[in-house]
């Protein structure tokens, strides 16, 4: 069974950064793209980046561009996402999710992970 | 960036009725276009990819069509567990853009 496991809420002051775990089970990490959703409270869902844990290559959205890093680590099969200077619009729960091709569907999906900004 | 529009943006419809959500792209995506379940408090759910077809283990009301432009999600036949907002994704192209959502009440 594929589980994609995140890391535990976070609360962050304005300008400060946050990193974001996602760690896989079930199969094999390099075969499946990890991509990065954010999704405002209330609101839709919107693309944040990916990274092809194979060669470590990443895509980001304009919007995050400049403040967001992607990475992985095949040793321990786990993903991470870095948001640098928070604002209060950065306010979210973060999901990652895999995708079997760069234009395939999330498949499978991790149980999200809150991000609060306040001073 | 890939505009996604969807309608309605929320329904209420009764227990075995059939419920039809709309997804239109701004340019042409093939049949690079999915459907999302996100049930409340939950995270989303793959119901159908490139368009047309059922993920592994998704019950056989769910159906989806179009290629283009115009998609369309249907549930033949609406059950409690549906309760749920539904997104339409595109992955034509980077960002990968979704739809507003259609919260579907019962």
């Known amino acids: 069974e594929v589980q994609l496991v995140q890391s535990g809420a976070e609360v962050k002051k304005p300008g400060a950064t946050v990193k974001i775990s996602c760690k896989v089970s079930g199969h094999t990490f390099t075969d499946y793209y990890m991509h990065w959703v954010q999704q405002d409270p209330g609101i839709g869902l919107e693309w944040v980046g990916l990274i092809d844990p194979e060669d470590g290559e990443t895509m980001y959205a304009d919007k995050f561009q400049g403040r967001v890093t992607i990475t992985a680590d095949t040793s321990t099969k786990t993903a991470y996402m870095e948001l640098s200077s928070l604002r209060s619009e950065d306010t979210a729960v973060y999901y990652c999710?895999?995708?079997?091709?760069?234009?395939?569907?999330?498949?499978?999906w991790g149980q999200g992970t809150m991000v609060t900004v306040s001073s | 960036d890939i505009q996604m529009t969807q309608s309605p943006s929320s329904l209420s419809a009764s227990v075995g009725d059939r419920v039809t959500i709309t997804c239109r792209a701004s340019?042409?995506?093939?049949?690079?276009l999915n459907w999302y379940q996100q049930r409340p408090g939950k995270a989303p759910k793959l119901l159908i990819y490139?368009?047309?077809s059922l993920q592994s283990g998704v019950p056989s009301r769910f159906s989806g069509s179009g290629s283009g432009t115009d998609f369309t999600l249907t549930i033949s036949s609406l059950q409690p567990e549906d309760l749920a907002t539904y997104y339409c994704q595109q992955s034509y192209s980077t960002p990968r853009d979704f739809g507003g959502g259609a919260k579907v009440e019962i």
């Open positions: 999710a895999t995708s079997q091709n760069l234009s395939g569907a999330f498949d499978f």
């Open positions: 490139t368009a047309s």
């Open positions: 340019q042409s995506i093939g049949s690079y």
